[in-house]
């Protein structure tokens, strides 16, 4: 049963064009929400996150957007830029309940092309 | 360094020895998380220590995974009489105390544990 889900394996974008990263959950009790980036051989590097309580949080180039109804988010890098390119994460935690142990995605590798 | 450090980077043995793995958090982060990332597959969550309250073990797979944290700080994660399927890169995580609100967790660079 996988309560957090990054459908897309894979995306390739143009330098300089706007990158969407979408991920699904099942789980309603998650209320807290983020996104990681992982290059090969690194631990995965926080970027963003979100709290229930809102529906959009931005950090210079990147938007993260929760859709509580539909158990949505995505992550919009604007401009992409080549550096981009690496593994992105979104992970969950429902953090009313104690431990705020994150459920993660599979991953979804992003690919800024030249 | 000021991020979460990790020891060793890569630890490769044969299948039936114990092996242990360390953790250094982020110094004034009370929580300290450890999860694993098998070939493959997502990044699945072991043991949980905030503060002095009991850990979390909910996510450790059998009764051959074990972990420490001494003096609030360094963790051990101790798998004993390893299995090939215990291959997997171990990341640990640190945060500050969640009970002043979501804090996002930040990793290490991970253990690539390798049972022959």
């Known amino acids: 049963d996988q309560q957090v889900k990054q459908n897309s394996p894979s995306l390739s974008v143009q330098e300089g064009r706007i990158s969407i990263l979408n991920c699904d959950y099942t789980?309603?009790?998650?209320?807290?929400f983020l996104w990681y980036k992982k290059y090969p051989a690194e631990g995965p590097t926080f970027l963003i996150s979100?709290?229930?309580?809102?529906d959009k949080n931005e950090d210079g180039r990147f938007t993260v957007f929760l859709n509580k109804s539909a158990k949505h988010l995505s992550l919009h890098i604007v401009p992409s830029q080549p550096g981009d390119s690496a593994v992105y994460f979104c992970?969950?935690?429902?953090?009313?309940?104690?431990?705020?142990?994150?459920?993660f995605g599979q991953g979804t590798r992003l690919t800024i092309n030249p | 360094g000021a991020g979460v450090s990790q020891s060793p980077s890569n630890k490769v043995t044969e299948k039936g020895k114990d092996v242990e793995l360390r953790c250094d958090p982020i110094?004034?982060?009370?929580?300290l998380y450890w999860y694993r990332q098998s070939l493959g597959q997502g990044l699945e969550f072991l043991i949980y220590?905030?503060?002095?309250?009991?850990?979390?073990k909910s996510g450790l797979p059998s009764d051959r995974f074990s972990a420490e944290r001494t003096g609030g700080s360094v963790s051990t994660l101790t798998i004993q009489r390893t299995q090939q399927e215990d291959s997997a890169v171990y990341l640990c995580?640190?945060?500050?105390?969640?009970?002043?609100?979501?804090?996002?967790?930040?990793f290490g660079d991970g253990t690539r544990l390798s049972i022959l």
């Open positions: 110094s004034g982060h009370t929580a």
């Open positions: 992970a969950a935690s429902a953090s009313h309940q104690g431990a705020q142990k994150l459920v």
């Open positions: 220590f905030q503060g002095n309250s009991a850990p979390d």
């Open positions: 789980n309603s009790m998650f209320d807290y």
């Open positions: 995580a640190s945060s500050l105390d969640w009970d002043r609100g979501n804090q996002p967790q930040h």
């Open positions: 979100i709290s229930s309580i809102k």
